[in-house]
């Protein structure tokens, strides 16, 4: 699938947002993720830009968004994104522009007006964008099968990529505390001595997730090209996996027990 680079990926662009220009930002003005934040006990949407968050719903109320970009940012003022990803693809690449237009170095924008409509990110409590409400576990690497199994990985494994449905419930926002599962499992593996206790073999995966606006119904397919269009966003998802419960319960293929987090 081609990848359309616009303007606001140009990489001379600057903002007027110092913060956003540092070299190690992570979210200089060429990258607008859209998030869910709380502040002074409020949740709504906004986009994060250097050190801030660009309070979404208090431009819409200023009147300084319109057309198709009033259209996303109205879907914005909720306790949750799931509007956002229902608006149509058009009014998100609008809002994202003329979010770019209203807070690069030489752009639309009245600095002192907007300068108000900037949260620190250090005063926000990020909350999960949106509850999922299903969650696919790829596998898309034949090295990492090869790695995990310690052998030759299956014949499966040659047609990546393959999944298999995930824990939508486990599901939690960056920061969430980790506590080690207790479940069934064998140790050492191979001894036939079942122990119910926490998970020995606890890691993680650093993930590449991806945002669906929707779904297909049941017996239909979807294209390569529509594909695309469901496409909302991207992240990283660190997939916290029990790995001796895993192995325990995989003759139920996995029963789910590893994906606790």
Known sequence: MPIEINATHDPHRKSWVESANAADSDFPIQNLPFGL?????????GVALGAYIIDVPQLHAAALLDGDA???AAA??????????AASPASISALRARLSDLFRADGLGDR???EAMLVPQAEAELLMPLKPTAFTDFCTSYDHIARMAQKAPPLAALSLPVAYNGRASSVREDGTPVVRPQGQFEAPPGSGNVQFAPEP???FELEFGVWLRG?????????VAQAEDLMFGCCLVNDWSARGIQFFESILGPHLGKSFL
């Open 37 to 45: 934040f709380r502040h002074r006990g409020v949740a709504r949407g």
């Open 76 to 85: 914005m003022g909720g306790p949750s994104l799931a509007p956002l990803l």
């Open 215 to 223: 779904g297909n119904p049941l017996g239909q397919r979807i294209s």
């Open 112 to 114: 002192q007006q907007l």
């Open 70 to 72: 009033a259209e996303a």
């Open 201 to 203: 073999m606890l890691d």
